[in-house]
Nanobody, 122 residues
Framework: QVQLVESGGGLVQAGGSLRLSCAVS????????MGWFRQAPGREREFVAA??????WYSESVKGRFTISRDNAKNTVYLQMNSLKSEDTAVYYC?????????????????WGQGTQVTVSA
């Protein structure tokens, strides 16, 4: 059984930083495409970042501010978020794919965490 547990969310002022963690069990992060998505109130879930093998991808709205990485020994994926803006406020979800190819489509991911709230105050 695959489980993803996110942590690290919270309240931060605009311009601040947070690091989200996603601890994974039942799937090896080094051989899977892993993604971060977010959903703000009243909006659809949107792609934030993805990683597979040594490649990373970002949405245009976070490129240059967010960094996705993984620790294979801990089987954990991270999302370092810098220069946070109020529009980054959302519930952030970690997702794992059974395939190694990445995608920005949420339907491509098989397993999801419960989400962690990130609130950026202006």
């Amino acid at each position: 059984q695959v489980q993803l547990v996110e942590s690290g969310g919270g309240l931060v002022q605009a311009g601040g930083s947070l690091r989200l963690s996603c601890a994974v069990s039942g799937r090896t992060v080094s051989s899977s495409a892993m993604g971060w998505f977010r959903q703000a109130p009243g909006r659809e879930r949107e792609f934030v970042a993805a990683i597979n093998w040594s490649n990373t991808w970002y949405s245009e709205s976070v490129k240059g501010r967010f960094t996705i990485s993984r620790d294979n020994a801990k089987n954990t994926v991270y999302l370092q978020m810098n220069s946070l803006k109020s529009e980054d406020t959302a519930v952030y979800y970690c997702a794992a794919s059974s395939r190694s190819s990445w995608s920005k489509a949420s339907a491509a991911y098989d397993n999801w965490g419960q989400g962690t709230q990130v609130t950026v105050s202006a």
